[in-house]
Structure formats: structure tokens, C-alpha cells
């Protein structure tokens, strides 16, 4: 009795106004964010008569759309492509951006602050204005609608090697040496020393990374012309310009694509708080 | 195993002068300990006999060959870091292992290699572990092991001890000292810890802004030293420096005189009776330290702090008035203005 008492006490007294507030904000935060991604699988459970009626659990819930979703029209194609982007761009993030971000960390050379200080200033130029040059040369080397001509810009990014660049120079010099001591070339040492110690860094690059490409909409649609080629994004809205504005299948897709995004981030979870408090530098 | 030399060796970081051109013979199996303070270039040179940082000057020769243009790697030197630098990603195993990595040993020889290091070093039991899971000693002797099984033709350790504690840094001190014996291995040894130099070294480099002030075996460091900072730096306490004349043949205490007389605290009894010749100091006691079998005894003779010692059973009460005699056997001598020993007087 005397436990049960003293643990009612304990939960009284943790409720303080502040808490209280701080509850309420994060609740509402919580519902905010919540809301649309129940209403989006909610819509996607509807049939096109009962699109309007704002009930949460439909009335008579259906999964047609998936079927006509998956086995009609491009969109496995669609999410094919996306795959292959964000897959690929993410590899080559990963690679390249923490070869050159160890290589800015790690080695002593001259002109190092002037290329790590080239680097970080293209990240202060806005993506529109890169648009029109980035299709000039597309146009140029033959790369408009190809999967190349809507990958090449993202490749290496000057956030990722300025993450990269943080993370390792945290790695210890001692670490690097003692490799080098042992007979390790300069490679082997990046990979199979220094990589690892930086696994953080990397996973918060790769959901990064996967996740703007994989919902990247701009620019696709500009060096995109035929249907087979499309992304996720642009075929989904093709729904809505043809037929109408088919909510309930936009609502499927958007569902679909969900999936991707929730593995890769349930994956690497436990590592994305790190990265995104280096993230917030980005601003 | 091998000798290592060097021959004018030289370091400049940009303009700066670092180390100035020393010369070192360390012989085959020889455990060699480069001590002075923080930035007197000891790491440095180190630093540079392993390859990792480049000769600005002079030559270092290992095993008669000159090495200044080789890679780290092609030095077939082994190395002990600060902060032990194993893998906390890999399992001690594999750390031990990873000294293996360019070896062209069979796979059944590299595993027994490192299982045999292991078992000298008592790690036996802990080759699955992963770094984290191990305490600072163990980590240390990891790092040990991974040099080891290169079985290179000779170690470095850069101060390796220093971020245990005092405990530990003794057992490993013994460890380190049984392992050179059991290896005959050439070592050369980086700390400021003259406490390790003393017990561990054949022969103990004193270093100081880049220049070798003196080497020799601990005992002639200690009974001999060249300089004043030589003879404070080596033995702890450090030794009682006064100013002073000699009187008759006996040196005397006192501001201004042409020379400084040292005398280890050890060596300045409390409370004896002052022979014939030798030092007598006297002076209000400011502090005690009682070691249990002996008690350092602080006091002041004319505004400056002196170290005596006294049997253990003594312990002086601070305040009251005590005189200390060293012999003159035990005192050294040195010029005032240059520092430098004056010998035996």
C-alpha cells in the first residue's frame, strides 16, 4: 500500500505546467504530422465515390487501388527508376563524398583550405540556378532523358563532403598510423579503417541522400521527356493531369512509395540523430 | 633485431628548428628510453625513426641501412601508441591479426601467431571480445600484441602508459621490462615519466628543446648528472638546487655564490649530526610527507623550499626549527651562470 502510495506521489509531483506544456506542443506536433500520412493510406483504401467523405476508416475499405496501381499502367516502372536513382546516387554519395572529405581531413597538402572552401561555397548556390546549365550540357553530350542525364548532378554533393569531412576528423591520427605502420596502403586504410568509424556519418548520408532523390521532382521532370523514364514524383503526377484528378490513385502511389522510405530510415535510425544534428549546420 | 642510429638528425616544421642534428646509437636488443618535457622533441624523433614524420636533416640507419626515404611499412619497425590506436571496430583477434595484414605468412601461421601473442600477454581469453569490452591495460596489451607478431626488428613505444593509472602503469612498467627480456628486442621508448625511464631503460636519452642533453644507464643519470635540469629531472623528488660558495673545501648555502650545489633529498638527512665537511642547512619546517619509511620533510632556508628526508618513525612538527646534513659525497656542484657539473670537488 505504502509502494503503491509513494509511486502515486512520485506521478503527481512529475506533472508539472512546464511538462504539461511541453506534452501538449509535441502531441500537437505529433498529430499534425501523423494526419496526412493516415489520410493519405486511408484515400488509397476508398473507392473514387467515397474519395469526399472525410471519415479516417473508410466505410468499406478496398485494396482495388493497389491492384489497378501495380498491375495497370507504368508504375512499377516508375518506382524501378526511382530505385535505380536513389540507389545509385546514394552509392556514389557515399563513396565519393567521404573519399574527398577524408582526403580534406586526413592529408596535408597545398591548397587543401582553398578547394575545402570551393567546395562549401557551391553549396550557396540555389538549385534554379544550376537548372539551366546542368540541361545545356545534357542537351550537349546526348544525356536528355537518360537514366545519367537525371543522376549525373547529384553524384557528389558538397553537403556530403562537408559531413564526411567533419566525421573524420574526428577519427584519430594515431588510428591512421598505426595502419600505416602495419603495411596498409593508403586506400586500404580508408576503407577498412576509417570507413568504419564513421559508420554515423554514413548512414546519415545514405537516408539523406536516398530520400531527396527518391522524392526529387524538379529536375527529373525537366531532363525527362518519355513515360519509361519517369520517377516516382512524375509519374504520380501524370494521375492527376490525364484522368482527372484521381485522388484515390494518387493517394496508392504516394502509399507505395512510402515503403522505400520507411526501410531505409527504420535500417538507419539509429544513427540519424547524429547526423542530423550536423545536418542543422547545413541550415 | 637491430641497431638504430642517428647521425645528425635533423627535424624543421617550415622555419622552426625542432631537433638539432642528434646523434644516437641504439645497440641490438638495447631497451632505449627518450625522456625530457612536453615538446623537448622526443616524440618527434620517434616519430621520425618510424617514418611518419619526415628528416629534415642527417640520417637514421636501421640495421645499417638508411631508411629516411622508406615508408613506415618498409621500415619493418613495430610501434605502441599514446592512446593504444586498436580498432575498436574489430575484435582483438582481429587487431592482433591486422599486424599480419602485408604478411605472406600461410593463414594457419598468422592464427597461430596470433593466438601465440595472445597467450603471452594473457589475452587468451578475450580474442573474441571487441575493444569497448576490454579494460585500459588489456587495450594496451592488445596493442602490444598487434607489434609482436610482426616480429619486427624493433619497437617504439610512444609514451604508452600514460593514460593508465599509477596502479596499472606499474604492473605494465614490469610487464614491458619482461617482455624486452623475453624478446631481446631494440626498443625505443617515449615519456616524461622518469619514473618508467629509471626502471625500465639500459640507457636513458635526456632530451631538452631538441638537443640530447645527456645518456647513459639510469644509475649513472642519477649519481651523475651533467646539468642542473638533467639532475632534477631525474629522481623524484627532484633534487635541491641552492646557490652557494665552498668555505674550506665544504660547500656553504648562501644567495649570490659563484656555483649551485645540489643535494637529493634522500640524501639530506634530518636531524643528523653534521661531520666533517659536507652540507648543513637549517630552516623552519613548511611541510611534511610521511611516506611510511621515510618522511620527506619540507622546510625553508633563506626563502627557498628544501627537501629532506627523515627515518619514518619521524615526523617533524611544521613550524618547528630542524637542520639536515648531506656528506659531501652526495653533493654536486655546478657553475652558477652556465649550469653546467663542476665535477667532483
Known sequence: MTATAD???????????????????????????VTPLLYMFSTSLKTPGQIYDLRLIPAAPTLANYVEVLSEGEFPRWFLNSSIVAIVVTASNLFFDSLVGYTLAKFRFRGRRLIFIAILSTLMIPTEMLVIPWYLMSAQFGWLDTYWGIMFPGMTTAFGTFLMKQFFETVPDDFLEAARIDGMNEFTIWWKIAMPLVTPALSALAIFTFLGNWTAFFWPLIVTTSKELYTLPIGLTSFAVEQAIRWEMIMTGAALATIPTLLVFLALQRYIVRGVMLAGLKG | ???????????????????????????????????????????????MIAGLEEVSGGEIRIGGRVVNELDPKSRNIAMVFQNYAIYPHMTVRQ?????????????GEKARRVEEAARILGLDPYLDRRPAALSGGQRQRVAMGRAMVRDPVAFLFDEPLSNLDAQLRAQMRIEIKAL?????ATIAYVTHDQVEAMTMADRIVVMRDGYILQQGRPMELYSNPVDVFTARFIGTPSMNVLPGRMEGGAPVAGAGGPILIGV???????GRRAGEGGLTLSGPVTAVEPLGPETLVHFDVDGETVIGSAPGSEIPEVGSRIEAHAPDSVIHRFDAETEKALGPS
Open chain 2, 180 to 184: 624486452h627480456q623475453r624478446l631481446g
Open chain 2, 1 to 47: 633485431m637491430a641497431t638504430i642510429t642517428l647521425d645528425k638528425l635533423t627535424k624543421r616544421f617550415g622555419k622552426t628548428e625542432v631537433i638539432h642534428g642528434i646523434d644516437l646509437d641504439v645497440k641490438d636488443g638495447e631497451f632505449v628510453v627518450f625522456v625530457g618535457p612536453s615538446g623537448c622533441g622526443k616524440s618527434t624523433t620517434l616519430r
Open chain 1, 7 to 33: 509511486i502515486r506521489e512520485r506521478r503527481m509531483r512529475d506533472i508539472r505546467p512546464g511538462r504539461i506544456i511541453r506534452w501538449t506542443i509535441l502531441f500537437i506536433g505529433g498529430v499534425l504530422m
Open chain 2, 95 to 107: 587487431n592482433i591479426g591486422i599486424g599480419l595484414y602485408t604478411s605472406k605468412l600461410e593463414k
Open chain 2, 264 to 270: 637529493r633529498p634522500q640524501d639530506l638527512q634530518v
